[in-house]
């Protein structure tokens, strides 16, 4: 049986999408120190968000373990490891915020080819619905950044939190339960 590099990054996936949407959504943060509260999601994001997703990127290039779709989620997965890198790095080093919502929208046109390319490919469950998350949280992002109003944060909470729990399903196969 060869080793599933999925695992490891999707396991990335569901911790940084799951500790931002906490954060966003004002869970278990009141009272914190929002310095070091920034810093620490600086860190998972490049932690889990970034380097766990790189590495099964290279996995997927390197050995091909998803067969015909290593080269798509090898891609996939590269993209958003340097996705939660640069994030993790804005949050621990700063910049403008606006710079950043253009960085969301870059990503969502990306995003967008990738879910059109998991429902072309028949990868709709769980796939496919992650991406079309993914998608509403960019759109959501976008705004939210550039306007800093709270309900967009808000719902981007809830779409963070609802990425985690699909992710879950793809989580569990590529452990082997």
């Not at 120190?33 to 920034?38: E, G, N, Q, R, S």
């Not at 496919?128 to 309900?151: E, Q, S």
């Not at 809830?158 to 339960?177: E, M």
């Amino acid at each position: 049986m060869a080793v599933n590099p999925e695992a490891i990054g999707i396991f990335g996936l569901f911790v940084a999408v799951m500790c931002f949407g906490l954060e966003q959504l004002g869970i278990g943060v009141k009272g914190a120190d929002f310095t070091k509260l920034t810093r620490s999601l600086g860190y998972i994001a490049i932690i889990f968000g970034g380097v766990t997703q790189l590495f099964t990127s290279l996995w997927m290039y390197w050995f091909a373990v998803a067969g015909s779709n290593s080269i798509f989620l090898g891609t996939v997965f590269g993209f958003f490891g340097f996705f939660w890198v640069m994030v993790g790095f804005f949050f621990l080093k700063g910049g403008d915020k606006k710079v950043l919502a253009h960085f969301f929208a870059c990503c969502l046109v990306l995003t967008i080819i990738f879910t059109y390319m998991s429902f072309k490919r028949g990868l709709i469950w769980p796939l496919a619905v992650d991406f079309v998350l993914i998608d509403l949280l960019l759109l959501t992002l976008i705004p939210g950044w550039y306007t800093g109003n709270r309900i967009l944060t808000k719902i981007a909470g809830v779409l963070n939190i609802s990425i985690g729990i699909v992710s879950l399903f793809l989580l569990f196969p590529a452990l082997g339960v």
